[in-house]
């Protein structure tokens, strides 16, 4: 999910652009591998820094970048790099992301339960979802032992607890309050 | 109370049963940074305007701020457990508040939660706590008193019901002495009072608790406190809080008495929330919308008509300037909402005029219709005497010898007035002994009494007229006016009450 505006402005522009060229997929391919270098702390303390002249950076992330991603990926590396504004890739990737999710329709949904859940749950539960956010869904599945039991599905930022944990909390609440 | 276990248990089996298990859809939205009782949420995009959010562990928070990326939502109640990354949840429901009678003789907090050590409140019903203000097709206008036992107002700054009078003063004057007169006068009337206190010390708090405790008026009595050690959003909320319990009243046909202790500290209150959510400073640092901060809570304040009940509300709000400063932003906003003002003055409170109403600079634009005929008969006599008396008295201070005899009774009879203006705290006055007292005066039974002992003289009148002349009293308190018939007993028993001898 993007967490701020700009992330959200240079994905518009992306989305333009490959919307224009229609390389949406190469795109989306070249974010990746973009955002997963960003995971590299010392990548991005060099390109993020004031104190390096905005020269090199570019040379070198030209060169590190040419031969993995398309031309204009790396003109937005270089932009970002010149901005110091590297380290919202990710965030730009997100919103991308939810760019293209909301062009096709699709809504990307999280589902965490407390044992992991067979394939035919997982379906019924899309479905289910599908229906009721109207949207095509596609999931990710965690698992997360602390909520005892049931499941929590989040839809952007929609939320659906049938968690055991939260209703023993709920319970709690109500019989304190009760007293 | 001997409490069963198996009593405990049928409980718990009860609200077992009845424990909701319906799964709805939610909004939520993660912290991105929490401080000075302000969070700054991610998510919570479906989010409405003053929606009540829970953050983890139960916390509540108003959402105030809708921005792009982000909601700014203040935090009621302890912000400690809120952290970086906490979940907030939507609730899809507004701020409401427990109303009802069983919070008479109660001392609540901004939300209505009870703070004092008396046990829940027994109430299953709840309000808004902002609504818009009744519409102008279903008001009516002002025309019954509110009595409030005090000389100086019932007679020449007289309240009606539904009205809106400001008290405003510097500090130590005695503003809040005049609410809490009105409210111990309101005792085994129809008036129910609420009593909300903005940003006050917590001792000054439990003092006025205690005193209408003593008085048993608190048993009409509605009391929200947010203390100025309460967060800046408890206070914020405390009068619309107090507003919701008074409207609950005026629904079902009965007047109310609010005072608001004070808008001047609700106003820094909400200037602090404002300034912590980053909304642009104006004037004086309050925020664009201070004015309608006041005139919303103000409006509540009504008189419906029969078809919706005839019930009314009538606030009192108080203002606290800063060395007599009326001109300043806050006092200019709510001097214009209101229907007038008491202005009270440290000058007239230190030289011994208690109250210390500056007759001359207080006005009541709509409660003189609802005078009784009685009160105004004599009222209009008094306030011409003493407005003649404060023109007179700056240049007779260099000495009253010259002066022609019409003046220097003019003088007398202003001297005179000013002392029978003068009224103790905690003593409310019943309205008919107000009106046989100011007769007295206007008729000059008291032009040969010496000022010094004037207070005297009127409560040696007050006790003689209670005991021996109660028929008199009454039939002013009844008839709402001062007959013929009346007038003729009424100045026969003043002539008796001189010749007795107990004046002196």
Request: glycine share 10%; with cysteine; hydrophobic share 40%.
């Amino acid at each position: 999910m993007s967490r701020t505006v700009s992330a959200r402005r240079y994905a518009q522009a992306i989305y333009d652009i490959a919307l224009e060229r229609d390389d949406v997929d190469k795109w989306l391919d070249d974010l990746s591998v973009l955002s997963n270098s960003v995971r590299d702390e010392t990548f991005v303390r060099f390109v993020d820094s004031p104190q390096i002249e905005s020269e090199k950076k570019t040379s070198v992330v030209k060169e590190v970048f040419a031969e993995v991603v398309s031309e204009l990926a790396v003109n937005l590396t270089c932009l970002l790099a010149s901005r110091g504004a590297v380290s919202s890739l990710p965030d730009i990737t997100d919103a991308f992301q939810e760019f293209v999710d909301s062009e096709k329709g699709v809504e990307r949904a999280e589902i965490i339960s407390a044992v992991s859940l067979t394939k035919t749950q997982i379906e019924s539960i899309t479905k289910d979802l599908s229906l009721l956010v109207g949207k095509e869904i596609s999931v990710t599945t965690l698992t997360d032992e602390s909520i005892i039991g049931g499941f929590v599905a989040r839809v952007g930022d929609r939320l659906i607890d049938g968690s055991i944990k939260t209703r023993l909390d709920d319970m709690k609440r109500e019989l304190i309050k009760g007293t | 109370m001997a409490v069963r276990g198996q009593d405990i248990a049928s409980v718990i089996k009860k609200q077992i049963e009845g424990f909701g298990s319906d799964l709805a859809m939610v909004d939520v939205g993660s912290v991105i940074e929490v401080g000075d009782g302000i969070a700054r949420v991610h998510g919570l995009s479906g989010v409405a305007y003053n929606e009540l959010v829970e953050f983890e562990g139960g916390i509540a928070g108003i959402a105030l701020n809708l921005e792009e990326d982000s909601v700014g939502i203040v935090i009621l109640g302890d912000p400690l457990g809120i952290k970086e990354g906490s979940e907030v949840r939507g609730t899809g429901q507004v701020m409401q508040v427990p109303v009802g009678q069983q919070l008479l003789g109660r001392v609540v907090d901004g939300i209505g939660s009870p703070i004092d050590g008396k046990g829940p409140v027994e109430t299953n019903e709840t309000r808004e706590v902002e609504i818009v203000a009744p519409n102008v097709a279903i008001r009516q206008s002002v025309d019954t008193p509110v009595q409030t036992g005090i000389k100086a107002i019932d007679a020449m700054i007289p309240i009606g019901r539904g009205q809106r009078e400001l008290i405003i003063g510097d500090r130590t004057t005695g503003k809040t002495a005049i609410c809490v007169d009105a409210i111990i006068n309101q005792k085994g009337g129809d008036l129910t009072c609420i009593y909300v206190s903005v940003g006050q010390k917590v001792g000054k708090v439990a003092q006025t608790v205690g005193t209408l405790e003593q008085f048993g008026a608190l048993d009409h009595t509605i009391v929200v406190a947010a203390n100025a050690s309460d967060s800046a959003p408890m206070q914020y909320l405390a009068p619309y809080t107090g507003c919701a319990m008074a409207e609950y009243f005026m629904a079902q046909g009965k007047d109310v008495l609010i005072v608001y202790d004070d808008l001047s500290k609700h106003a820094w209150a909400y200037r602090q929330m404002s300034l912590l959510l980053k909304r642009p400073p104006g004037r004086e640092a309050y925020p664009g919308d201070v004015f309608y901060l006041h005139s919303r809570l103000l409006e509540r304040a009504a008189r419906l008509d029969d078809a919706h009940g005839g019930g009314s509300v009538t606030a009192l709000p108080v203002i606290e300037t800063q060395a007599g400063d009326v001109s300043a932003y806050v006092p200019t906003n709510v001097i214009s909402i209101t229907d007038g003002q008491i202005y009270l003055e440290p000058e007239l409170f230190n030289a011994g005029i208690r109250p210390a109403v500056n007759a001359g600079l207080s006005v009541s634009r709509v409660g003189s219709s609802a005078q009784t005929r009685a009160m105004r008969s004599v009222a209009g006599r008094l306030r011409l005497e003493l407005a003649q008396y404060r023109e007179l008295v700056t240049f007779a201070q260099f000495g009253t010898d010259d002066l022609d005899a019409a003046t220097r009774r003019q003088l007398e009879r202003g001297q005179r007035g000013v002392e029978i203006l003068k009224q103790g705290q905690n003593a409310p006055l019943p309205v008919e002994q107000q009106v046989s007292i100011l007769f007295a005066l206007n008729e000059g039974y008291l032009d040969d009494i010496e000022i010094d002992s004037v207070i005297n003289w009127e409560q040696a009148f007050h006790s003689y007229m209670t005991s021996n002349h109660s028929d008199v009293l009454k039939s002013i308190l009844e008839e709402g006016d001062i007959s013929s018939d009346t007038e003729e007993s009424l100045k026969s028993a003043i002539d008796s009450f001189k010749q007795s001898g107990l004046a002196s």
